[in-house]
Protein backbone atom coordinates (compact mmCIF):
# COMPACT_ATOMS: atom_id res chain seq x y z
CA UNK A 1 0.00 0.00 0.00
CA UNK A 2 2.86 2.43 0.72
CA UNK A 3 4.03 1.98 -2.65
CA UNK A 4 0.80 2.67 -4.07
CA UNK A 5 0.35 5.41 -2.35
CA UNK A 6 3.76 6.78 -3.61
CA UNK A 7 3.36 6.33 -6.79
CA UNK A 8 0.37 7.59 -6.24
CA UNK A 9 1.26 11.19 -4.95
CA UNK A 10 4.30 11.15 -7.68
CA UNK A 11 1.24 10.68 -10.53
CA UNK A 12 -0.85 13.35 -8.66
CA UNK A 13 2.18 15.67 -8.05
CA UNK A 14 3.10 15.65 -11.82
CA UNK A 15 0.01 16.47 -12.64
CA UNK A 16 -0.19 19.46 -10.71
CA UNK A 17 2.77 20.79 -11.74
CA UNK A 18 1.55 20.25 -15.12
CA UNK A 19 -1.54 22.52 -15.21
CA UNK A 20 0.14 25.28 -12.86
CA UNK A 21 3.07 25.04 -15.82
CA UNK A 22 0.07 25.55 -18.10
CA UNK A 23 -1.71 28.07 -16.22
CA UNK A 24 1.14 30.38 -15.67
CA UNK A 25 1.89 29.94 -19.11
CA UNK A 26 -1.38 31.11 -20.12
CA UNK A 27 -1.51 33.86 -17.96
CA UNK A 28 1.61 35.15 -19.05
CA UNK A 29 0.42 35.07 -22.82
CA UNK A 30 -2.22 37.41 -21.91
CA UNK A 31 0.19 40.11 -20.38
CA UNK A 32 1.35 42.47 -23.14
CA UNK A 33 5.16 42.66 -23.71
CA UNK A 34 6.32 45.99 -23.29
CA UNK A 35 9.23 46.00 -25.47
CA UNK A 36 6.74 45.01 -28.35
CA UNK A 37 4.53 47.85 -27.30
CA UNK A 38 7.47 49.83 -27.38
CA UNK A 39 8.05 48.83 -31.07
CA UNK A 40 5.09 49.09 -32.62
CA UNK A 41 4.57 52.43 -31.28
CA UNK A 42 8.34 53.73 -32.87
CA UNK A 43 7.00 51.73 -36.10
CA UNK A 44 3.39 53.71 -35.89
CA UNK A 45 5.34 56.86 -35.31
CA UNK A 46 7.36 57.05 -38.45
CA UNK A 47 4.51 55.64 -40.23
CA UNK A 48 2.32 58.55 -39.52
CA UNK A 49 5.16 60.94 -40.40
CA UNK A 50 5.26 59.23 -44.10
CA UNK A 51 1.41 59.19 -44.65
CA UNK A 52 -0.59 61.44 -42.25
CA UNK A 53 -0.23 64.98 -40.42
CA UNK A 54 -0.08 65.92 -37.32
CA UNK A 55 -3.89 66.30 -36.70
CA UNK A 56 -3.42 61.87 -36.20
CA UNK A 57 -1.67 60.96 -33.20
CA UNK A 58 -1.32 57.62 -31.05
CA UNK A 59 -2.89 57.36 -27.72
CA UNK A 60 -2.52 54.00 -26.82
CA UNK A 61 -1.58 50.58 -27.77
CA UNK A 62 -3.44 47.51 -28.29
CA UNK A 63 -2.43 44.03 -27.57
CA UNK A 64 -4.55 41.31 -28.95
CA UNK A 65 -4.49 37.99 -26.65
CA UNK A 66 -7.68 36.86 -28.09
CA UNK A 67 -6.47 36.18 -31.59
CA UNK A 68 -9.28 38.42 -32.85
CA UNK A 69 -7.23 40.73 -35.43
CA UNK A 70 -4.66 39.91 -37.99
CA UNK A 71 -1.61 41.16 -35.59
CA UNK A 72 -0.59 40.64 -32.01
CA UNK A 73 0.17 44.78 -31.25
CA UNK A 74 -0.85 48.15 -33.04
CA UNK A 75 -0.36 51.46 -31.98
CA UNK A 76 -4.05 52.94 -31.62
CA UNK A 77 -4.32 56.76 -33.19
CA UNK A 78 -6.51 59.10 -32.82
CA UNK A 79 -8.11 61.39 -36.15
CA UNK A 80 -8.54 64.90 -33.77
CA UNK A 81 -10.75 66.55 -36.52
CA UNK A 82 -13.28 63.49 -36.51
CA UNK A 83 -12.36 61.75 -33.63
CA UNK A 84 -12.29 58.30 -35.90
CA UNK A 85 -10.15 55.62 -33.76
CA UNK A 86 -8.33 53.56 -35.54
CA UNK A 87 -4.86 51.05 -35.92
CA UNK A 88 -1.82 51.16 -37.21
CA UNK A 89 0.46 47.91 -37.21
CA UNK A 90 3.04 45.52 -39.37
CA UNK A 91 1.41 43.36 -41.39
CA UNK A 92 2.96 39.83 -41.79
CA UNK A 93 1.32 38.86 -45.16
CA UNK A 94 2.63 42.24 -46.90
CA UNK A 95 5.60 42.88 -44.58
CA UNK A 96 5.10 46.32 -44.29
CA UNK A 97 2.70 48.88 -41.86
CA UNK A 98 -0.41 49.33 -42.81
CA UNK A 99 -3.47 51.49 -41.22
CA UNK A 100 -7.44 50.64 -40.39
CA UNK A 101 -8.31 54.42 -41.42
CA UNK A 102 -10.25 53.99 -44.16
CA UNK A 103 -12.13 51.13 -42.93
CA UNK A 104 -13.24 53.15 -39.19
CA UNK A 105 -14.00 56.03 -41.35
CA UNK A 106 -16.30 54.71 -43.52
CA UNK A 107 -18.03 52.71 -40.84
CA UNK A 108 -18.18 55.71 -38.56
CA UNK A 109 -19.63 57.62 -41.89
CA UNK A 110 -22.34 54.89 -42.48
CA UNK A 111 -23.48 54.57 -38.54
CA UNK A 112 -24.46 58.12 -38.43
CA UNK A 113 -26.19 57.88 -42.39
CA UNK A 114 -28.17 55.01 -40.95
CA UNK A 115 -28.65 55.21 -37.05
CA UNK A 116 -31.48 57.93 -37.12
CA UNK A 117 -33.35 55.52 -39.66
CA UNK A 118 -32.66 52.60 -37.58
CA UNK A 119 -33.98 54.44 -34.18
CA UNK A 120 -36.92 55.94 -36.04
CA UNK A 121 -38.08 52.32 -37.32
CA UNK A 122 -37.03 50.13 -35.14
CA UNK A 123 -36.52 51.59 -31.57
CA UNK A 124 -34.49 54.51 -29.43
CA UNK A 125 -32.68 51.33 -27.81
CA UNK A 126 -31.80 49.54 -30.74
CA UNK A 127 -27.71 48.82 -31.87
CA UNK A 128 -26.26 49.57 -34.77
CA UNK A 129 -23.35 49.52 -36.67
CA UNK A 130 -21.23 48.84 -39.69
CA UNK A 131 -17.64 47.22 -40.79
CA UNK A 132 -15.64 47.21 -43.13
CA UNK A 133 -12.89 45.03 -43.93
CA UNK A 134 -9.36 46.01 -42.12
CA UNK A 135 -7.46 46.31 -44.42
CA UNK A 136 -10.01 48.06 -46.95
CA UNK A 137 -7.51 51.12 -47.75
CA UNK A 138 -4.79 49.04 -48.30
CA UNK A 139 -6.63 46.70 -50.71
CA UNK A 140 -7.60 49.41 -52.56
CA UNK A 141 -4.31 51.06 -53.04
CA UNK A 142 -6.09 54.31 -51.42
CA UNK A 143 -3.88 57.31 -50.02
CA UNK A 144 -4.13 56.33 -46.50
CA UNK A 145 -4.35 60.18 -45.06
CA UNK A 146 -7.58 60.87 -47.57
CA UNK A 147 -9.35 57.70 -48.51
CA UNK A 148 -12.92 59.91 -49.43
CA UNK A 149 -16.17 58.61 -48.50
CA UNK A 150 -17.50 54.99 -48.34
CA UNK A 151 -19.76 56.48 -51.01
CA UNK A 152 -17.33 56.63 -53.57
CA UNK A 153 -16.42 53.33 -53.29
CA UNK A 154 -17.83 49.59 -54.51
CA UNK A 155 -17.24 47.93 -50.96
CA UNK A 156 -19.02 45.75 -49.22
CA UNK A 157 -20.21 46.34 -45.69
CA UNK A 158 -21.52 44.59 -42.78
CA UNK A 159 -24.35 45.98 -40.80
CA UNK A 160 -25.52 45.12 -37.46
CA UNK A 161 -28.79 45.45 -35.79
CA UNK A 162 -29.58 44.46 -32.60
CA UNK A 163 -33.23 44.50 -31.38
CA UNK A 164 -33.41 44.14 -26.95
CA UNK A 165 -36.63 42.93 -27.32
CA UNK A 166 -38.54 39.66 -28.83
CA UNK A 167 -39.38 38.84 -31.84
CA UNK A 168 -42.53 41.11 -33.18
CA UNK A 169 -44.40 39.73 -36.27
CA UNK A 170 -43.59 42.74 -38.66
CA UNK A 171 -40.12 42.93 -37.85
CA UNK A 172 -39.20 41.18 -41.30
CA UNK A 173 -41.19 43.55 -43.11
CA UNK A 174 -39.21 46.50 -41.33
CA UNK A 175 -35.64 44.53 -42.22
CA UNK A 176 -36.58 44.75 -45.75
CA UNK A 177 -37.49 47.90 -45.88
CA UNK A 178 -34.30 49.34 -44.44
CA UNK A 179 -32.32 47.34 -47.30
CA UNK A 180 -34.74 49.15 -49.37
CA UNK A 181 -34.37 52.34 -47.85
CA UNK A 182 -30.28 51.80 -47.81
CA UNK A 183 -30.90 51.04 -51.72
CA UNK A 184 -33.10 53.46 -52.83
CA UNK A 185 -31.95 56.44 -50.64
CA UNK A 186 -28.18 56.02 -52.23
CA UNK A 187 -26.57 55.01 -48.91
CA UNK A 188 -25.41 51.71 -50.53
CA UNK A 189 -25.74 49.69 -53.63
CA UNK A 190 -24.15 46.60 -51.85
CA UNK A 191 -24.22 44.68 -48.46
CA UNK A 192 -24.43 42.49 -45.96
CA UNK A 193 -26.96 43.18 -43.38
CA UNK A 194 -27.76 41.26 -39.79
CA UNK A 195 -30.25 41.26 -37.36
CA UNK A 196 -30.53 40.11 -34.13
CA UNK A 197 -32.28 40.26 -30.77
CA UNK A 198 -31.20 40.09 -26.77
CA UNK A 199 -32.40 40.80 -24.07
CA UNK A 200 -32.59 43.54 -21.85
CA UNK A 201 -29.69 42.14 -19.58
CA UNK A 202 -27.90 41.16 -23.18
CA UNK A 203 -28.42 37.64 -23.11
CA UNK A 204 -28.63 36.14 -26.62
CA UNK A 205 -32.21 35.21 -27.66
CA UNK A 206 -31.45 32.43 -29.68
CA UNK A 207 -35.30 31.37 -30.19
CA UNK A 208 -35.68 34.83 -31.68
CA UNK A 209 -32.83 34.44 -33.98
CA UNK A 210 -33.25 37.18 -36.34
CA UNK A 211 -32.66 37.79 -40.45
CA UNK A 212 -29.68 38.04 -42.24
CA UNK A 213 -29.33 39.34 -46.23
CA UNK A 214 -26.69 40.21 -48.83
CA UNK A 215 -28.05 42.81 -51.67
Known sequence: MGKILKVTLIIVGVIVLGISVLAFSFVQSMKPDKDEEEKVKQQAEIYLEEHFDDQFE????????????????????VDKRNQTRFFVYYDDATRQMIDT????????ELEKEITPYVKQNFGDTTDVFALYDEEIGNKLGLEPSNPGSYKEHDAVPTIGITLRRKKQDDDEVL????????????????????????????ELLEENYGWNKEF
Do not use: C, P, R
Request: aromatic share 24%.
Open 101 to 108: YAADKWAD
Open 175 to 202: FNDFISYLKTEDKLQHGYVMLDYIAENG
Open 58 to 77: IYDVYFDNMGNFNFDYAAEV
